[in-house]
Structures are given as structure tokens and as C-alpha cells.
Nanobody
Framework: QVQLVESGGGLVQAGGSLRISCTAS???????MGWFRQAPGKDREFVAA????????NYVDSVKGRFTISRDKGKNTVFLQMNSLQPEDAAVYYC?????????????????????WGQGTQVTVSS
């Protein structure tokens, strides 16, 4: 069973930056990876996704230009760099891995397509 462990969450002031990480226990290079978030009282929503090689990415419109997803093969880790954070970005952020061996699509944005999930890391933004 693959395990995903997130880290790096915390409290930041509005306008600040935070980088969260997710390390996979195995098979990292074969996974398409994604980040989702869930705020209190809301459904979990897609934030960002990255292809197996890291060459392709996708973002929800609300974070484009502010968030950057990346991956480090040597560290089995995917990152989410979050800049210009706003109170509406506050949520529990979840890392997810898609084990499908299909070549396409390069990135996956739907929650149902992901097979493994991390435990979540809290991001709090103070105004």
C-alpha cells in the first residue's frame, strides 16, 4: 500500500507564502500527482496537478499565477508553492496519487481518478 505524507502546513498572514510537500513511499515516478483542498463546510476541490515527468501542469483558476506545483523524482516528493495567500485559500490540503498507467491525459483533475490520498495538512491564512 502506497503512503503519502504531507508536511509544511501552518499559519501565514494574508499576502504571505507557504510551501507544502508530499512524499510518496513508493512508485512515485509512475504516478500522476495532484493537490486538493477542503475548507470547513465545503466540498473538497481540485487545486493543482502535475504529470509523471513534471512537464505538464494544471491549476484551478483561482490559484493560477499564485501557486506552483512541482515534483522531485529523487526525493519522491511533490510540492505546492503558494504565494500571495488569501484567507479564502485556508483549508486542509490533500496530496493525491493516480496509479493509472494510461499515457493520457497527462494530468488528472478529478478527485475520483486518484487512488491514494495523504492525511492532509492544514493551511491557515490570517487577514
Amino acid at each position: 500500500q502506497v503512503q503519502l505524507v504531507e508536511s509544511g502546513g501552518g499559519l501565514v498572514q494574508a499576502g504571505g507564502s507557504l510551501r507544502i510537500s508530499c512524499t510518496a513511499s513508493d512508485h512515485f515516478s509512475t504516478f500522476r500527482m495532484g493537490w486538493f483542498r477542503q475548507a470547513p463546510g465545503k466540498d473538497r476541490e481540485f487545486v493543482a496537478a502535475i504529470s509523471r515527468t513534471g512537464a505538464a501542469t494544471n491549476y484551478v483558476d483561482s490559484v493560477k499565477g499564485r501557486f506552483t506545483i512541482s515534483r522531485d523524482k529523487g526525493k519522491n516528493t511533490v510540492f505546492l508553492q503558494m504565494n500571495s495567500l488569501q484567507p479564502e485559500d485556508a483549508a486542509v490540503y490533500y496530496c493525491a496519487a493516480d496509479k493509472s498507467r494510461l499515457s493520457l491525459p497527462l494530468v488528472v483533475t478529478t478527485e475520483a481518478e486518484y487512488d491514494y490520498w495523504g492525511q492532509g495538512t492544514q493551511v491557515t491564512v490570517s487577514s
